[in-house]
């Protein structure tokens, strides 16, 4: 999963941007509003942590300026501000959910997951047929045998699976999976594709491919 840090402390933001790497999230960092908000009107975020307190364009301007744009992405506020007309603001507006610095990485990680699975699938183990895959632990199982994936083959599985039998584009996937300012091949969602391919299918026989091309158009999996 993607999200996007709109954080001015540059100390927290590589901090936040680390963790949830660890946690094998996709994540881009903008230290100021206006950067901030161009990213959330551009690309296709699962989640934004927003912090208020934000040089050049603050972080209630930028969540009024999405919303009334009808970009609905789920953002969570970060900031030192804990009063409770504070709070109240920032929900009216369109937050989706609060927390008051200092926090723990843990509160932060379980509701941005929690925001997400609301957004995209109640279930918090995500199944296709005999393929599943846990986004808390980070174990993927065919017929309960353990696959294993590297992050990218993780973040793009995981991707294809919340959007199950939806055809995603090769541009989709890559501005999904891989950072904002990523400098790779052109052919590298082709490749990783066939990788999980080789490793979720494969082994399974021609007749249960999960994983399908829709010619010039894209890939799905249902």
Known sequence: M????????????????????????TVDSAFDGEQGYEMAKKENYDAIVLDLMLPKMDGIEILEMLRENNIFTPVIILTAKDSVADKINGLDIGADDYLAKPFSFEELLARIRSLIRRATTHEKILTINNLELNPYTHIVTRNQNQISLSAK??????????????????????????????????????????NLRQKVDKPYGGKNKLIKTVRGLGYKIE
């Not at 993607?2 to 999230?25: H, N, P, R, T």
């Not at 699976?161 to 996937?173: D, H, N, P, V, Y």
Request: charged share 35%.
């Open 153 to 194: 083959e993780f973040a793009m599985l995981e991707y294809l699976m919340r959007r199950k039998g939806a055809i995603l584009s090769e541009k989709q996937i890559f501005s999904h999976v891989w950072d904002y300012d990523a400098d790779v091949d052109s052919n590298v969602v082709a490749a990783h594709i066939k």
């Open 2 to 25: 993607k999200i996007l840090i709109i954080e001015d402390e540059v100390k927290i933001a590589k901090s936040l941007k680390k963790g949830f790497e660890e946690e094998m999230f």
